[in-house]
Each structure stands twice: as structure tokens, then as C-alpha cells.
């Protein structure tokens, strides 16, 4: 098959934009499996810093980090992504390049904890301005479950109104999937400013 399904593709543009020594962001921990492949891709001096909201994600992400020998360059946080500039050092600030959201619910865990549109587009805001020039943000978008529709709307309104000449934005879904499939969302910042949407 030529075209990739979205996970691999999210992590095929992760790969194009991380490498050694750069900080990025895993926005939703969930079972570490994108915290692993960012810890991968920033090598032994970078730095990614992962959040989820559940105990149960960031003690299975703990785990994986620990069975693949790459804890210490990653940062477990249990707070909401909304807050993650409360957790980001300077000095980790300056290199950060790439961020990764999985939305939905965590696979194998309660499916009522859900991501929300408040909370995923501040954690973007956030982003937006700290994020580098060519820095990189990849959402892979679940919405077949409660309330998925409605951050899958706010989330595409949202980035379909960025100013294209500081973002550009790229969407990625297979037209004749059934069953609500899950779609990707890359966000390039163009600009080395503090941006925020209304730039
Ligand atoms: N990337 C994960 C992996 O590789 O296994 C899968 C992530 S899962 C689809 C979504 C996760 O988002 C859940 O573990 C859930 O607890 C988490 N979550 C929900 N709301 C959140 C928030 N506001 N901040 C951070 N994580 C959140």
C-alpha cells in the first residue's frame, strides 16, 4: 500500500521535523506509544514532555519509557495539555519543535474521559506562540465516540481560520473509510514570532 494509514503518516511528519536534542510534546500520553517514538526521534539530549489526565496513562507510559531505557529524557506530567506551559523550562522552550495529539479516549481505559475542544485548542494556543518557526503540531483526530464530533467541528473551525501566511494546515483522511475514521491535522508554523490566531 502506497498511502499510509493516519497513525503511521502522523509519525512519518513528526520524523521530518524532530531531531537530536529537540523538545516536543506528547499533548495525550495514553499508552506511551507516540511518548516513545518522540523520545526516539529527540535522541538522549532532547527532551519530550508528556501529560495526560489519567494516573493509568501515565503510569503505562512510565512503564514503556522504563522497558525501552528512555525515562530520563521525558517528563510524565498528570495535568490537562491546556496547562502545559505551566511545566515547560526556558532552556527546553527555546528547542521546542514538534507536538503530537491523539484525541479520543484512552484504548483500553474508562471511554467517558475524552479530550474536549476547550482544552485542546488552549493547549494549541499555547503552542502556537511558543512553538518555533517550522515547529510542527500533528493531531490524530478520533470522533466516533460521545462528544468526538463536537471537538472534531470546533478543532476544524478553529485551525481553518489561521492566517495562512503563519500557519499553514493540512488535512489527511481517506474519503471512503465508514465507521467515522480517524483523520489527521498538521498545524507548520511559518513564523518566528509569538503568534496567536488572530495574527
Ligand atoms: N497517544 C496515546 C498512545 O500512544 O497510546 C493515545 C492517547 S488516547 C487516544 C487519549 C488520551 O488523552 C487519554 O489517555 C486521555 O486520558 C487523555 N486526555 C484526555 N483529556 C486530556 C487533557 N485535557 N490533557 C491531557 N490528556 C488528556
Redesign the pocket.
Known amino acids: 500500500m502506497t498511502l499510509k494509514k493516519v497513525l503511521p503518516y502522523a509519525h512519518e511528519l513528526m520524523k521530518e521535523v524532530l531531531k537530536e536534542g529537540d523538545t516536543a510534546i ?10 516513545v517514538f518522540l523520545a526516539n526521534l529527540v535522541g538522549e539530549t532532547g527532551r519530550v514532555y508528556g ?4 494516573a ?2 501515565i503510569d503505562s507510559t512510565s512503564d514503556r519509557l522504563r522497558e525501552d531505557g528512555m525515562e530520563d529524557r521525558v517528563e510524565l506530567i498528570q ?4 496547562s502545559c506551559m505551566n511545566y515547560i523550562s526556558t532552556a527546553h522552550l527555546s528547542s521546542l519543535q514538534g507536538a ?1 495529539f ?6 483500553g ?1 474508562d471511554k467517558s ?4 475542544p476547550t ?2 485548542i488552549a ?1 494549541l494556543e499555547h503552542l502556537f506562540a511558543n512553538l518555533n518557526k517550522d515547529g510542527l503540531i500533528v493531531l ?1 483526530i ?1 470522533h466516533g465516540h460521545p462528544g468526538g464530533q463536537e471537538e472534531k467541528n470546533a478543532i476544524l473551525d478553529f485551525v481553518s481560520q489561521l492566517d495562512q501566511n503563519s500557519f499553514q494546515v493540512l488535512q489527511y483522511n481517506f474519503l471512503n473509510q465508514r465507521n467515522n475514521p480517524p483523520f489527521v491535522v498538521a498545524i507548520e508554523k511559518l513564523k518566528p514570532e509569538n503568534l496567536n490566531r488572530s495574527l
Open positions: 506528547d499533548g495525550t500520553c495514553g499508552n506511551g506509544h507516540d511518548t501529560f495526560d489526565i489519567q493509568q496513562a495535568d490537562s495539555h491546556g503530537i491523539n484525541l479520543g479516549y484512552l484504548p481505559g474521559i475524552v479530550t474536549t482544552e485542546t493547549s490524530v478520533y
